[in-house]
């Protein structure tokens, strides 16, 4: 059973904009938190977003601090990742999560505590 599935990917040039979202269900909203992941080649995976399930607690790295912006619609059980004025540097798969265990809202989280995990939208930015 997939309990998050993103959406939204595809390519963008330098400066432009794209909304991802991850459609989840009524029991990855009881989670503690829901998070958006990046991983780009050759890299490892990294935290971009982590925010409170239906709460007003969140972090960002600080690569993207002041361009992503990440909600989320209790009603319609979606999590969205707006992401503005985007970089070449921002090009990687995109990936949703839950944890259900107590989340760090800081740069101290713990990629182990998120439980599910989406199957990866990819994000293609051009200079």
């Known amino acids: 059973q997939l309990h998050m599935v993103e959406s939204g990917g595809g390519s963008v040039q330098a400066g432009g904009s794209l909304r991802l979202s991850c459609q989840g269900s009524?029991?990855?909203?009881?989670?503690?938190?829901m998070a958006w992941f990046r991983q780009a080649p050759g890299k490892e995976r990294e935290g971009v977003a982590i925010?409170?399930?239906?709460?007003?607690?969140?972090y960002y790295v600080d690569s993207v601090k002041g361009r992503f912006t990440i909600s989320q619609d209790n009603g319609k059980k979606e999590v969205y990742l707006q992401m503005n004025n985007v970089k070449p540097e921002d090009t990687a798969t995109y990936y949703c999560a839950a944890s259900f265990r107590r989340c760090r809202y800081n740069s101290n989280y713990v990629m182990g505590d998120f439980d599910y995990w989406g199957q990866g939208t990819q994000v293609t930015v051009s200079s």
């Open positions: 009524a029991y990855t909203f009881n989670s503690d938190g």
């Open positions: 925010m409170e399930t239906g709460g007003m607690r969140t």
